[in-house]
């Protein structure tokens, strides 16, 4: 029987047959794994993802957690399914053997988390951001943070949060005011009050690691005075044993429209509630070196952000899925040849309902084509042979993170909103998933930087560092595959080449037109525009490459690839024509319409 979860066999596809991940256990760090490995690795997710993480996806909307004024309640569920995952080793399996980890290619990992991402993205969220600031801390904390907070992170006792967002400064972390006081035993005590903290309090595990973004007075102002701390929800002692309750509270809890499993909080650190050491404030440990917090953070949310565009690109999946075999069974009408006579015909036999199911699966099977992608660029970032690769690998994962997490964000958002349009009146009501699967990926394009700030990110830093030459990268990567294509000779790919070509070199030019005069604030009006074609053009490249992979392989699977391949070449690659025109343009509509004209 087929998963409504996730595509087995579509990971298999992309894994082994285009990705050829096999090829890293050659490598030293993963020769240990083998196909078998993976395939027990894969098989273990799907199966923990069906028995622990599906069965309360429901619930956990309808019974979202709860304030009592002290502590926040979760269903039960939750904790069984976060121990459940723990205990298969999954917190650790990317991370070394010497934590606890099993050393998995990254890739590999990002394919499992899919399966529950898929399942429930509001109870594997936790499993997000503890996953997140532990490898935040193996890159910038101390060998003693890393023994006291992390090895719990991978047994499975502690989580973890990343506490950047104010109040008054939303996602302008130059504005943020809690401050971080040195004590005279080398700890800090911090001051302030957070917002939208995801996991912020909770009973769900033994403690709480927050990992603080906050101001040591008289640091310099702006992003470049932010310092990072390590708060823990209970201090921790040299024997690993909890002590005190740290003075971190909540002032209460948000209440979303999706994610409702996921606790998201408005924290509030050296309130007075509680005094460890008899002393005002929060006991915070300073990560790394002064004044550094937002670089180490970055660290954290570029990884959090394709962690996000793959569970945006899970829940378009799930919903692609559920809505396949709800048009396979469910009869209605007749064809427009023979509207009033015979037996009705399942809905898929209608072409309006095949276009809706093509898009969902050039979408969803598209995205993840991307982020595993960018999953083997951070295998390739750590272990490839040699400097110049590595080097490479890092440029291409860098201009594609905002895409990765913008892309599947908007893309597999419409996947979503197609599946409760095959569902038809059924599909808005609570007695289907797909509801819930639209309400849960529209935080997507919030999560983790906005839509809008991802294009400013893409469009004002990582497409024009260096000079260019992340975006000259990814041309030429598109460009040899346009140039596998055409040896192929076959026809069909051979136009899908010219296609990616001309869009690949539309996308270079029309960057540096946009950046002629320097002009930051005509070139940055229009780039959520620019976000979005580029994304489009990098997802023709990544269908054209499952469509090579295809190529010459027989049977429904592989004639299934070809089709959401020309569908996306044909459909949607064409969209990014007049989006480009506007950009070329420089058009400043947006930007001389007056805030009074509104």
């Known amino acids: 029987m087929r998963s409504h979860i996730m595509s087995a066999r579509d990971i298999e596809f992309l894994l082994y047959e285009w990705l050829d991940v096999e090829t890293l256990t050659t490598r030293s760090r993963f020769a240990d794994h083998s196909r078998a490995s993976f395939d027990d690795v894969l098989r273990l997710s799907a199966d923990l993802a069906a028995e622990y993480f599906a069965p309360h996806f429901r619930k956990s909307d309808l019974e979202e957690p709860e304030f009592d004024g002290t502590s926040v309640h979760v269903i039960p569920e939750v904790k069984t399914a976060l121990d459940a995952f723990a205990k298969a080793d999954l917190v650790g399996a990317a991370m070394d053997y010497e934590l606890g980890g099993t050393q998995l290619p990254h890739v590999v990992f990002q394919a499992c988390m899919a399966w529950f991402y898929a399942a429930n993205v509001s109870t594997t969220g936790y499993q997000l951001l503890t996953v997140g600031a532990a490898n935040l801390l193996l890159a910038h904390g101390s060998p003693e943070q890393v023994a006291r907070y992390v090895k719990p992170m991978v047994d499975g006792r502690f989580l973890g949060t990343m506490a950047l967002s104010e109040p008054q400064a939303g996602s302008s972390l130059a504005d943020i005011t809690t401050k971080a006081v040195l004590q005279g035993d080398g700890t800090y005590r911090i001051f302030g009050r957070k917002m939208w903290i995801s996991g912020g309090d909770h009973e769900l595990s033994d403690n709480i690691i927050h990992l603080v973004l906050a101001r040591i007075p008289g640091a310099p102002s702006g992003t470049k005075g932010i310092s990072l701390f390590i708060v823990p929800k209970f201090l921790v002692g040299d024997d690993g044993q909890l002590g005190e309750r740290n003075d971190v509270i909540l002032a209460g809890i948000n209440h979303k429209m999706g994610f409702r499993g996921t606790v998201n909080t408005a924290p509030v650190f050296g309130d007075g509630a509680f005094t460890p050491g008899n002393a005002p404030g929060a006991v915070g440990y300073l990560v790394g070196e002064p004044h550094r917090g937002l670089a180490y953070m970055f660290h954290m949310m570029n990884e959090a952000r394709i962690g996000v565009g793959l569970g945006a690109t899970a829940i378009g999946y799930t919903g ?113 998933d797909v509801e819930q699967h639209y309400r849960d990926n529209r935080l997507n394009p919030i999560h983790e930087g906005t839509h809008g700030i991802q294009a400013l990110d893409l469009l004002g830093r990582r497409a024009i560092a260096g000079g260019g030459a992340s975006l000259s990268a990814l041309a030429q990567t598109m460009c040899e595959t346009a140039d596998r294509a055409d040896q192929t000779g076959d026809v069909e790919l051979r136009d899908f080449a010219t296609r990616l070509r001309r869009a690949a070199e539309r996308l270079t030019s029309v960057t540096a037109t946009v950046w002629a005069d320097g002009d930051a604030a005509v070139a940055l009006a229009n780039a959520t525009v620019y976000l979005e074609a580029a994304g489009h053009v990098v997802l023709a490249w990544i269908w054209l490459e499952q469509a090579l992979t295809a190529h010459g392989k027989a049977g429904d699977f592989y004639d299934g690839k070809r089709n959401a391949a020309r569908f996306f070449f044909y459909w949607e690659l064409p969209r990014t024509a007049p989006q480009f025109d506007l950009l070329e343009n420089r058009d400043r509509t947006v930007l001389d319409a007056a805030s009074s004209s509104f």
């Open 320 to 432: 692609y899925l559920k809505s396949l075999e709800y048009a396979r069974s469910r009869p209605q009408g007749r064809p427009v040849t023979n509207r009033g006579e015979g037996a009705q015909v399942p809905l898929i036999e209608h072409p309006d309902v095949r276009r809706m199911l093509l898009a969902q699966k050039a979408y969803v099977e598209g995205a993840l084509g991307l982020e595993l992608f960018c999953g083997k660029l951070v295998d390739e970032v750590k272990t490839a042979p040699d400097g110049e690769a590595r080097s490479r690998a890092q440029i291409l994962l860098d201009v594609l993170t905002p895409i990765a997490k913008s892309w599947p964000s908007q893309w597999c958002l419409v996947a979503n909103d197609l599946a409760i349009q095959i569902h038809g009146g059924a599909g808005y009501t609570r007695d289907y």
